[in-house]
């Protein structure tokens, strides 16, 4: 599989999917569409739990991957961005992770077959996708209390290590570990991937994007771009990049800082600009095209999709920019 993809970015840039939740969030699923059936008599409210959408709503699940393969992505992420035990206790759902994540990826792979067996020259794939959790083990959620910290590094990763077994099991091609906000957390997941790829004589491609969470040009946890960068590189990545927090043209210095210092491939999955005061994304399709395609001209990118607000109609005008462009040379895929 890593073949293939190195293959794929030596001639093109690839295209990332959009939103998962802005897509959700269009159909205005209520209670009883996240409990479906078998969940009807569950005691804890499931509205916003959308990774268990994966059970009780599949065939939407598997439309909006659909949508995102026809308008030219490469690559769909799972629906698994809060798939571990640790995300599924506010649901006190942790005994289905396994499930939740094995389930999404099946549903994201068999969409990807049949796209590729209809479009052979084209073939798509799947990534695993592992958020962050709602826990950081680099800071306190305690003012109070500096040195208290709310989860470990070891229950990360075990946490970690149960998601990426279950999205593997389900047919994941890739596992993208994104949203970081704070890198330790991702070095836990990293760790777990690691682990698996030693017990089971496998060589998964890993993608990693981190979060710039405002305009200090820093994650949550302090880090610049360059030392998130530095702070991972000894890990064999596939892609190193980007996502979330800031729309296109504010992401842009953050990849400029790290692409001429990593022979990794670089992605960016942006937001659909910042959003605005009832917390929705204005930025038109054309717009956030625009600004990406100043990544291409500046040699940045190698895989590029979108976040927050981002639709289809995002995603197709990032493609066919993208169409136009040779992908960002580095020594890994020359």
């Known amino acids: 599989m890593k073949e293939t993809l190195d293959k794929i970015l030596k ?27 078998r969940f009807k008599d569950y005691e804890i409210l499931l509205k916003g739990n959308n990774d268990l959408l ?24 799972t629906n698994t961005f809060s798939g571990t035990t640790i995300a599924m206790a506010d649901y006190a759902m942790e005994d289905l992770v396994y499930e939740l994540n094995y389930e999404s990826a099946r549903l994201a792979k068999e969409v990807a077959e049949e796209f590729t067996k209809k479009e052979p020259h084209k073939p798509r794939f799947v990534a695993g996708s592992m958020g962050p959790t709602n826990k950081t083990a680099s800071m306190s959620p305690d003012v109070n209390d500096p040195g208290f910290r709310a989860i470990t590094f070891d229950e990360l990763r075990l ?10 099991d389900g047919g994941a091609d890739l596992l993208l570990v994104e949203t970081v906000f704070d890198t330790l957390n991702a070095k836990a997941a990293l760790f777990a991937i690691e682990e698996i790829k030693v017990e089971r004589e496998i060589d998964v491609p890993i993608m990693l994007s981190g979060t710039i969470t405002d305009a200090s040009g820093r994650t949550l946890s302090g880090q610049t771009a360059e030392a998130f960068l530095i702070s991972v590189a000894h890990i064999p990545l596939f892609t190193i990049g980007f996502n979330c927090a800031l729309g296109a043209n504010l992401l842009q210095p953050h990849l400029e800082a790290i692409s001429p210092k990593t022979d990794f491939a670089i992605s960016a999955h942006p937001n659909a600009g910042l959003p605005n005061a009832f917390g929705e994304y204005d930025e038109t399709p054309e717009q956030m095209a625009d600004q990406i395609e100043d990544y291409m001209k500046r040699n940045l990118v190698n895989i590029i999709g979108g976040c927050c607000g981002t639709t289809p109609e995002h995603i197709k005008a990032i493609a066919d920019v993208a169409a136009r462009y040779q992908p960002r040379k580095h020594s890994m895929v020359s």
């Open 11 to 37: 001639e093109r840039i690839m295209v990332l999917d959009g939103a998962m939740g802005t897509m959700i969030q269009a159909y205005k699923f209520e209670e009883e569409d996240y409990r479906g059936e």
């Open 54 to 77: 994966s059970l009780t709503q599949p065939e939407a699940i598997k439309e909006i991957h659909r949508k995102y393969f026809e308008v030219g992505a490469d690559i769909v992420e």
């Open 159 to 168: 946490a970690y290590k149960q998601q990426a077994e279950a999205l593997l």
